[in-house]
């Protein structure tokens, strides 16, 4: 009988279901893992975007993690928004303490309409606490130039940054290239070569793209494959998502359809 893979994602909660946490749930559940899920972070948002952040406390959720790990430990973790740098220093401590591997860190720093979801110290902890924990990170270009202090305007600025956050610690470092025109294509440093995945680019404003590609991510690493092939997976996944994506709200971006 195949064991049951579980998944873990500790993030932000999207009260209109289209990413975050009820995302991250959404997409373990269709590839068929058993999703468990710790708000590190409450957001005020809609359609239209976020108007307001909060924290969970680092106490509160130190707390989560420890009851629930303490039972249940999964194949593989998530971290999304995480906002402070209490929470940050949290999550990292939390993860050596019961020696948690599989860790998959989309770096959420800022939303889509503009609102600042991790504080500067919370970038600071990140690279130095939870990045080197961590299999994979999977930045847009935005968020590579964060976290790298590089300016990427084309491809061998990537290479550079992507130099530059693999120092960091990780094994891997995928660049969404969501930001850039033409082809959607991810870069994934830190294998034995550079690999590049492309799909065409959807017509659309879309929301919750990265939470669904970095929660796919780690359900594939959880199951036994390849970060190479990991990766390949739910890149291939999120495309045929958004091909079914709609709009659900009054604001013009598009949400995933599960």
Do not use: W
Not at 17 to 32: E, M, N, S
Not at 45 to 68: A, D, F, M
Not at 159 to 166: H, I, N, T, V
């Amino acid at each position: 009988m195949q064991s049951l893979i579980k998944v873990l994602t500790i993030a932000g909660s999207d009260p209109s279901g289209g990413a975050g946490i009820q995302v991250d749930l959404k997409t373990f559940q269709t590839l068929g893992a058993y999703g468990m899920a710790i708000p590190a972070a409450l957001t005020i948002q809609n359609s239209r975007g976020v108007t307001g952040v909060e924290p969970v406390s680092s106490k509160i959720l130190t707390q989560q993690i420890t009851v629930l790990c303490s039972d249940i430990k999964p194949h593989a973790i998530k971290t999304g928004m995480l906002l402070s740098r209490q929470n940050v220093d949290a999550t990292a401590n939390a993860i050596r303490t019961f020696k948690m591997g599989n860790l998959v860190i989309d770096p959420v720093i800022r939303s889509s309409s503009g609102a600042m979801l991790l504080e500067p110290a919370g970038v600071v902890s990140l690279k130095k606490n939870l990045i080197p924990l961590s299999m994979i990170i999977t930045p847009n270009i935005p968020e590579a130039e964060v976290l790298s202090g590089l300016k990427i305007t084309n491809n061998q600025d990537m290479d550079y940054a992507a130099g530059k956050l693999l120092d960091l610690g990780p094994s891997y470092v995928l660049i969404k290239g969501g930001h850039r025109s033409g082809a959607a294509v991810d870069t994934l440093y830190g294998g034995k070569t550079v690999l590049s995945f492309s799909t065409p680019r959807r017509p659309g404003d879309f929301h919750g793209t990265g939470c669904v590609l970095s929660s796919a991510i780690a359900v594939f690493i959880a199951e036994g494959y390849p970060v190479e092939k990991a990766v390949e997976k739910a890149k291939q996944f999120v495309d045929r998502m958004l091909k079914k994506a709609k709009r659900v709200g009054k604001g013009r971006t598009k949400y995933f359809q599960f």
